[in-house]
Structures are given as structure tokens and as C-alpha cells.
């Protein structure tokens, strides 16, 4: 078997300083050779050019953001280095039939993987076609309940960030931990993962958590019932016998915990976020006695960062630094800001370029080399499930901006949760 390096590098030249760089647009086609970042591995016996399916909305409301994707995806072939991969743009608006049928075009004209679509709904429309051609699919989305082998999900999980965030909290001490959520899927969804994150923790608990309508801009009848359990004395009275089982019984004590926390998740994101932090002050539960502790959901609304009652709250997130790098290597090529999971083309089109150097090009063994691969958004890894894993940091909110606290692993036998 032919040996290669710990982990599998994506060669970007993000900060470097190569004449690729001072390129306004890239090539179509021909690409420069790249200076060497890693060792390459030995290149196996040609099979022809590859061609990957790039599945991203260019019309639509999400056309912007396939724009984005697209250009990210061109970058990416730019900038990994010397490659004959053909990459073969459709668009799938947003509509599951008009991705399948891109899908569709995109296998009929040769390619052998597909990268996209973004949203889950299509993804589920897309897998079956693929898979009658053998083909893998590496979609956008991060809905871990469309994952499965042969589909794989890129975008970042918020399953991941929960874990990253609730293992961080507990490391510093905050291991009683309530949580607020929405009644809506991403809530549950965010709920089921804290209990689960909380109870491989020896010593820590998932205390109380509480949900809202999903449909509400006003979270406060939750927010105070979390409260009211911090408070001494614990749960109110006329809560405590439903919720501990006993009420047929009120001759024997009740065992409750005991109250109190020491870290509150918001999985949530957007105005309820800033207004769940309001009404937790107003009952002396704040980032300066309790971190509030958030996803990368939080990162959705610009302004929500630079809310008064966030300062020194903690969030599981992406590097910050790296993606910093990719997004102003994208603005001088391409004059704009991109939409911040353009990363996932850029990221998906430079692992192509690399597999498609081999002889195995894009089999599941390869694209599920549990080493993993670096790309612009940091080490990241697909699993055999579909669901994929990334490299997360923990940074405070400070001032508006992120300060890290704890820097994203830079690989994946460095603490990283494998659930």
C-alpha cells in the first residue's frame, strides 16, 4: 500500500507569496504550478481527466450565495495547483426536481463525483441518481438526518458545535449546564446533542432546559423558568412533584437536584438570542458570573455579536484566522466579500483536485480517510455515516469581535469529540 502523510493536505496558497497571487480572475482552464507546501503523492498511472458536478443555486432566491459557491469552487482549482479536473457547473435553483435534473446532466456528461447541492431537501433528491451511477455526492448542507453513506454532508454541523462548545465549558470548570432552544428542529436537534455531550462528561449534568415557540419573537416564559431554577430553594414549588414523579405521594421527601448552574447554552440565533441575554440579566445571570454559551448560528446576524449583553459570551466556531485568510484571498480576486459557506466549495473543489491525482480518485475509502484533509476552513473530515467533522475553535465575544480562547485543532487525534 502506498504510504502517504499523517494527514492529507489540500496545498493552499492562501499566504503565500507566489505570483498566483497577484491574479485579478483565475484561469479557466490552465493553472499555475504551485510552490511546494507538503509532499505530493507519487502520482499513479493516468485514467483521463477527471470530471467533478458542481450543484449550486444560480437562480432563485439563493442565486447570490451560487454565485459564491461557484467562484469559490474556480478559486479553489486556481489555487491548489496543476490539475486537468473539469469541473462542470448546473444549476439547481431551489427546488429539489431542478436539482435532481442537474444532477442528472451533470452524470450524463462524465462526472464522477458530484459536489452540491446546498440544500438538504435537494441532497435527498440528488443521493439516489448518483447512486445508480456509483457516483459519491458531497453535499453543502448540514442536516445530519439527510446523511448517509454515499451522501456526505460538508457543512458545519450544529451537533459539532455543541460538543465543542459544551467539552470546552466543562474543561473550565462549568460542568452544571442549562439550555434554551426553540421548539423547532434545529432546537431539538440541538437539545438531544447537549444531553448527550453533557453525559460523556464525568462529573458534569445537563441541569434544566427549556423551549419556546419557534414562531415567538418573545422567549421569556422560558427564560424565567430557567431562572427561577437557579434561584435557592430550586425549581418552583408548584413545578417540583410533576416534574419529580412523586405528586401521588407528598408524605415522602422530594429529592430534587440541587439548584443552580454554571453555563447556559442559547441554541438559538438572531433577535431572540439578544433578547434571551436581556431578560437572563435581568436576573444576575450574565457572561460575567455564567457564560452564555452559542453556535455558529449566533454569527448569522452581523450586528448580534456587538449586543451589550453577549460581551464575553462563548461560541464554538470556525478559525477564525483561517477563514479571515480564505475570505480576503477571495476578495482580491474576485472584488466582494463572499458568503461565509463559500468556504464549503472552496474546501469540497480543492479535495477533487487532490483525489482526483490518484488512481482511486473519489471512491468512499478515499473520501472517508479518517486523517482527514486541511482546507481553508481547517482540517475537516467526511465519515463513512455521511456526516463530517471539522476542526472548531472556541473564541469570547469582545467588543463586537471574536477572541480566541481555545485555537481549532490541527488534527484529529487532538481531543476532537467522535460522536
Not at 493552499?12 to 497571487?21: D, I, K, R, T, V
Not at 481527466?49 to 449550486?56: K, Y
Request: net charge negative; aromatic share 6%.
Amino acid at each position: 500500500m502506498r504510504s502517504r502523510p499523517a494527514l492529507s493536505l489540500i496545498a493552499l496558497l492562501l499566504a503565500s507569496g507566489c505570483a498566483g497571487q497577484q491574479e485579478t480572475t483565475p484561469p479557466p482552464v490552465v493553472q499555475p504550478s504551485p510552490p511546494a507546501v507538503a509532499a505530493a503523492p507519487a502520482l499513479a498511472p493516468r485514467l483521463g481527466p477527471a470530471r467533478v458536478g458542481l450543484l449550486v443555486p444560480l437562480s432563485g432566491p439563493g442565486s447570490a450565495l451560487g454565485e459564491d459557491l461557484l467562484d469559490a469552487a474556480q478559486l479553489a482549482l486556481f489555487d491548489v495547483g496543476q490539475t486537468d479536473l473539469e469541473l462542470l457547473p448546473r444549476d439547481t435553483g431551489d427546488q429539489p426536481q431542478k436539482a435532481e435534473a442537474a444532477a442528472r446532466s451533470a452524470l450524463d456528461a462524465g462526472a464522477e463525483l458530484l459536489i452540491g447541492p446546498l440544500y438538504g431537501r435537494s441532497a435527498v433528491a440528488v443521493a439516489p441518481v448518483a447512486a445508480a451511477r456509483g457516483v459519491n455526492v458531497i453535499a453543502f448542507s448540514n442536516d445530519a438526518s439527510v446523511a448517509r453513506p454515499g451522501l456526505y454532508v460538508l457543512g458545519f454541523r450544529p451537533e459539532e458545535q455543541i460538543e465543542r462548545i459544551v467539552r470546552y465549558a466543562a474543561a473550565q470548570g462549568r460542568t452544571r449546564i442549562a439550555a434554551l432552544a426553540p421548539e423547532d428542529a434545529y432546537g431539538m436537534r440541538a437539545l438531544d446533542t447537549w444531553r448527550s455531550a453533557v453525559a460523556q462528561i464525568p462529573g458534569a449534568t445537563a441541569v434544566v432546559a427549556e423551549t419556546y415557540p419557534a414562531d415567538s419573537d418573545s422567549p421569556t416564559a422560558a427564560v424565567e423558568r430557567v431562572a427561577a431554577f437557579g434561584r435557592p430553594g430550586g425549581l418552583p414549588a408548584a413545578q417540583a412533584p410533576a416534574d419529580t414523579g412523586l405528586a401521588a405521594a407528598p408524605d415522602l421527601p422530594l429529592e430534587l437536584p440541587p439548584p443552580g448552574f454554571d453555563a447556559v447554552l442559547i441554541a438559538d440565533g438572531g433577535p431572540r438570542v439578544t433578547s434571551i441575554a436581556a431578560l437572563l440579566a435581568y436576573y444576575d445571570i450574565g457572561p460575567a458570573t455564567t457564560p452564555l454559551l452559542g453556535t455558529m448560528r449566533w454569527q448569522d446576524d452581523p450586528m448580534l455579536l456587538a449586543d451589550a449583553g453577549l460581551q464575553g459570551a462563548w461560541l464554538a466556531t470556525w478559525p477564525p484566522d483561517a477563514i479571515a485568510a480564505f475570505a480576503s484571498r477571495f476578495g482580491q480576486v474576485y472584488g466582494r466579500e463572499p458568503a461565509p459557506l463559500a468556504v464549503l466549495a472552496y474546501d469540497a473543489t480543492a479535495l477533487a483536485v487532490l483525489l482526483a491525482r490518484e488512481q482511486t480518485r473519489f471512491t468512499a475509502a478515499r473520501l472517508t480517510d479518517a486523517q482527514g484533509f486541511r482546507g481553508a476552513a481547517g482540517i475537516f473530515r467526511l465519515r463513512p455515516d455521511g456526516r463530517a467533522d471539522h476542526g472548531l475553535a472556541v473564541v469570547e465575544v469582545e467588543a463586537g469581535a471574536e477572541r480566541v480562547l481555545d485555537p481549532a485543532p490541527g488534527r484529529f487525534d487532538e481531543g476532537l469529540a467522535s460522536r
